[in-house]
């Protein structure tokens, strides 16, 4: 079983603007970034050498630019090249569509690639015509933003036809060259009141492979629905009349890529709501509906029951959680393998998005998207291997992969995956499949967080409280680790308290430093991973701009001094621990924050005194959490930031709460801190950012994401 890598590389129009994912990637600046790919081991890469980019303008000479170097550096390395010509697009400004320029036009391009690369021997002309073709034609999400059979038609007649002509005008230059035509993998399910139409979308999810393989006949079923929308059967004979099956067919599943269609209007959100000429019904994920999906083994068997041609996995990506990217790869792999045995010839799997992606939570149709990282994290700055990056190298040697988190089951096949037609509340315990996460500190806000969301991202943890461990003793955390044998230790605990800390020292101490120094030591001897968190009080604000993790630190209180000692002696007794440090947190899922104190005495008419020069940065606890795990799960070591992007003061982030909570901000008093009266010395300018990157989302986006929470309606009660 071979393992392929791609880039998403997607060109997509959106009204005269081109919305371009190696821009937002970065890559083409970055030249480490194909050493990585190589030192994967890969067998073979997806790369673009996208239409849209290189031929921008007609009848100009084609800038090939950092490309050449590139594609000269992997043939040199031994990776094949797959060549991508376009990917969701529909060509540049100069060619129409929904006419034979958009044919001819990639003709012409595939022929210069050809002849400029001579050595290449896979190509993809257009990737998913048929997605594309829906999205532009039918949604009305892309140029041309249509939404009708005859323009999806259209554009994929224009989209396979092209395809045809250009393997022709690279086949007269390179005969050994090989079709590899990628496409979207999905069924559609339905109620018994829709089968019909979901067989008729199960019949058209195959119609651009009919159309390249010239099945496409008037035995076709979809024969009268093609020419009751505009093509013709001269249209239809070109196919006939120059068949080309592809010579591997690269299929391209993802969890949405099932869909499930119900008449029940009542049990889905207006979002869903579609229909057809007789019918209105919702058009939903089939994976959120209380039906099983049939999942990539048997589709992956029917294509080939169809076609008889090689297949191939050609995008394996999810955007999750850092062990379901895991559980994802590792499915899609297992079934290729069972495949493979079963007599039916799989060439490979492809780990997609090697560098992310950008913005497919809007589907590419408007700036500000979100990112979901891939093989490699981008929000660095710089590439930074996620733990995929060592499972994709496992499995390009054949070597085996072993990570605890792996081994449970992926969201996608949990129960509380399910929405419609109503949501699966109950929470079932997790089965004890592998050594759990240990959590200290079960009944803190963090320790509550960190059991929360391990609960539903299916991460087997155990969570201990004061009583039941006293990390200051190391005889207990001994028999701790000998007793539930985790594979990881997270530090939830410590003394929180900054002002008392100043009378009570010594506990504070105990808990903050001698404590986590103690976990780190045994974390060590018995290799174990350990994570622990610290603050930003730890410096002293002199510096007057947001804090990175190498600046010194100098803190002005206790409890900031009893977390700068903590870092020193973890990192000493365990140098491959992992350090947060993080501010200001809030949460929708307890009352003891700063933005929780500030709701609830707004809604009693309370007035509530807040620093005016204090400037902070807020961290919003399911980011942090989230976050940390994946962290932890990708093995990294030492001093990390983590915040929410935004730096503001305490007073201008209770003006933001008052805001949005639309309350009365009257009641707010902002004052200089040395007005409030603290024990305890606050540094002026305590922001935190990070020489890794921003990892965290906007403190925006949070907030707009806290004040959405259900759960926030009860806090100002």
Same mark, same amino acid.
């Given at each position: ?428 315990? /997790?089965?004890?499949?592998?050594? !759990?996460?240990? &959590? %200290?500190? @079960?009944? *803190? ?5 960190? +059991? ?27 028999? /701790?680790?000998?007793?539930?044998? !985790?594979?990881? &230790? %997270?530090? @939830?605990? *410590? ?5 008392? +800390? ?41 510096? *007057? ?173």
């Amino acid at each position: 079983m071979e393992i392929w890598g791609g880039i998403e590389c997607t060109i997509n129009r959106v009204g005269d603007h081109y919305y371009n994912q190696l821009d937002s990637q970065g890559h083409y600046q970055r030249k480490e970034d194909l050493s990585l790919l190589v030192n994967l081991g890969i067998q073979k890469l997806r790369y673009p050498v996208l239409w849209e980019k290189h031929r921008p303008q007609q009848n100009k000479p084609i800038d090939w630019g950092v490309v050449e170097n590139n594609l000269l550096y992997l043939k040199d390395a031994g990776v094949t090249v797959i060549a991508g010509l376009v990917h969701h697009g529909s060509g540049p400004c100069y060619v129409n569509f929904l006419d034979d320029s958009f044919a001819d036009g990639l003709a012409e391009y595939a022929k210069a690639v050809a002849e400029k690369f001579p050595w290449i021997d896979y190509y993809t002309p257009i990737n998913e015509p048929l997605t594309t073709a829906r999205f532009c034609g039918l949604y009305g999400l892309w140029y041309p933003h249509e939404k009708n059979d005859r323009t999806f038609l259209r554009i994929l007649y224009n989209e396979c036809k092209a395809t045809i002509l250009a393997m022709a005008a690279i086949r007269r230059i390179n005969p050994r060259a090989k079709l590899i035509h990628t496409e979207d993998l999905g069924k559609t399910h339905s109620t018994p009141l829709l089968k019909y139409q979901a067989d008729f979308e199960n019949e058209r999810r195959w119609l651009g492979l009919d159309l390249l393989c010239g099945k496409v006949n008037t035995q076709h079923p979809l024969w009268p629905y093609l020419l009751r929308h505009g093509l013709t059967a001269h249209d239809l004979a070109f196919f006939q009349e120059n068949a080309m099956p592809p010579d591997i067919l690269g299929f391209n599943y993802y969890i949405t890529s099932e869909r499930y269609l119900d008449e029940n209007l009542k049990h889905f959100p207006a979002h869903t709501h579609g229909g057809n000429s007789n019918l209105r019904y919702a058009d939903v994920e089939a994976v959120r509906y209380c039906e099983a999906i049939a999942g990539p083994k048997v589709l992956l068997k029917q294509a080939w029951e169809r076609f008889k041609i090689p297949l191939a996995v050609t995008e394996a990506h999810l955007g999750c959680g850092r062990e379901d990217q895991l559980r994802w790869l590792m499915e899609i792999y297992q079934a290729a393998v069972e495949l493979k045995k079963e007599g039916i010839d799989i060439k490979g799997i492809t780990a997609w998005s090697l560098f992310g992606a950008y913005g497919w939570d809007k589907l590419l149709t408007e700036e500000g998207g979100n990112y979901e990282s891939g093989v490699f994290d981008l929000r660095s700055g710089f590439p930074r291997a996620t733990a995929l990056a060592r499972l994709v190298r496992n499995l390009a040697l054949g070597k085996p992969f072993e990570h605890p988190v792996v081994r449970g089951d992926g969201w996608w096949k949990r129960p509380g995956r399910i929405i419609y037609p109503e949501p699966f509340m109950l929470n079932l315990p /997790m089965p004890d499949l592998c050594s !759990p996460l240990l &959590i %200290i500190g @079960a009944t *803190g806000t963090l320790g509550q967080a960190f +059991a929360r969301v391990c609960m539903e991202r299916n991460l087997h943890f155990i969570a201990l409280n004061r009583k039941e461990l006293n990390v200051v003793v190391p005889a207990q955390i001994e028999a /701790m680790i000998q007793r539930y044998q !985790p594979w990881a &230790i %997270i530090n @939830a605990a *410590g003394f929180v308290r900054v002002d008392e +800390a100043e009378i009570e020292q010594e506990d504070c101490f105990l808990s903050n430093t001698e404590g986590p120094a103690n976990l780190a030591d045994a974390c060590r001897k018995y290799g174990i991973k350990f994570l622990t968190f610290s603050s930003d009080l730890v410096f002293d604000g002199e510096k *007057g701009a947001p804090y990175i993790e190498n600046d010194r630190v100098n803190p002005l209180n206790v409890y900031g001094a009893s977390k700068a000692k903590a870092e020193q002696e973890v990192l000493k007794n365990d140098p491959d621990a992992l350090i947060i440090r993080t501010s200001a947190f809030f949460s929708p899922w307890d009352n003891y924050n700063f933005v929780s104190h500030i709701l609830s005495s707004l809604n009693q008419r309370t007035s509530v005194k807040v620093a005016s020069d204090v400037y902070i940065s807020p961290t919003y606890v399911p980011d942090l959490v989230n976050v940390s795990l994946d962290l932890l799960i990708d093995d990294e070591r030492g001093l990390w930031h983590l915040t929410n992007q935004g730096t503001l003061t305490w007073s201008d982030f209770a003006y933001d709460v008052a805001r949005r909570g639309n309350y009365n901000p009257s009641f707010l008093l902002p004052l200089p801190v040395e007005e409030l009266g603290y024990p305890a010395v606050r540094p002026n300018f305590s922001a935190l950012t990070s020489m890794h990157g921003l990892i965290l989302p906007s403190l925006d986006f949070a907030l707009d994401r806290f004040f959405a929470d259900k759960t926030v309606k009860s806090l100002a009660c």
